[in-house]
């Protein structure tokens, strides 16, 4: 069965610095991947996706992921914070199956200190 | 283009009732899902629509709760007779078809007194 895991619920940064947000995957499949943003009282956004072509994915807001398949890891990481970055962030694997239906990690919180 | 829209936004009901929540989704999506968050949790899968026909209700956490989507675009949640542990947000999502990835609307916050 596949899962994830966020192996950090709060991670807190000051603005201008790297942000590195952990996420462990486990699958029997080669999984796509997903990372969704969340801000407060606003829908789940669509940052970044993985879905076996290059390993180190870019996405939106300058964003970027990388799928390390002998780590099972799909890490999200950004250059610089930006105080609009503070939000939930949630990993997300797809089922391999017909339905391809998300399961979620328990996400983390990022705040952003100016 | 028009997103993923749900209506109501808040839902307010006593113990007992019967709800019934609304999903629009975008125009052209085959495939439809519920999920459902609970405080400070990850979103979990309810029910999964290709078309009108349910492929997967496996999420779904006992009899009490129902979907449709009978022409295939708008999909209802029913939830008969509330519990305080239905209190949760309840989202949809929809995809092109199922293998690309799903756009999320901005859910029904539920609440159960």
């Known amino acids: 069965a596949q899962s994830v895991t966020q ?59 990388e799928f390390k398949k002998s780590e099972t890891s799909f890490h999200l990481t950004k250059p610089s914070a930006h105080m609009s970055d503070a939000a939930e962030y949630f990993c997300v694997v797809s089922v391999d199956s017909g339905t391809y239906k998300y399961i979620f990690g328990t996400g983390t919180r990022l705040k952003v200190l100016a | 283009g028009a997103g993923v829209s749900q209506t109501p936004s808040n839902k307010v009901t006593e113990k007992g009732k019967y709800v019934e929540l609304r999903c629009d989704p975008i125009s052209g999506h085959t495939a439809l899902y519920w999920y459902r968050q609970s405080l400070g949790q990850g979103p979990e899968f309810l029910i999964y629509f290709q078309g009108t ?45 199922p293998q690309f990835e799903q756009y999320f609307g901005p859910g029904t916050r539920l609440t159960v007194t």
Request: net charge neutral; with cysteine.
């Open chain 1, 7 to 65: 192996l950090d619920s709060h991670v807190s940064v000051s603005e201008g610095t790297p942000v590195l947000l952990r996420c462990n995957y486990s699958s029997s499949y080669s999984p796509s991947l997903f990372w969704y943003v969340q801000h407060p009282n606003k829908g789940l956004q669509l940052l970044l996706k993985y879905t076996s072509a290059a390993t180190l994915v870019k996405g939106i807001n300058g964003f970027e992921a």
């Open chain 2, 53 to 97: 026909g349910a492929a997967d209700d496996s999420g779904l956490p006992n009899d009490r709760f129902f979907a449709v989507r009978p022409e295939g675009s708008v999909s209802t949640l029913k939830i008969q007779r509330t519990e305080r542990g239905d209190s949760a947000v309840y989202l949809c999502a929809s995809s092109l078809t």
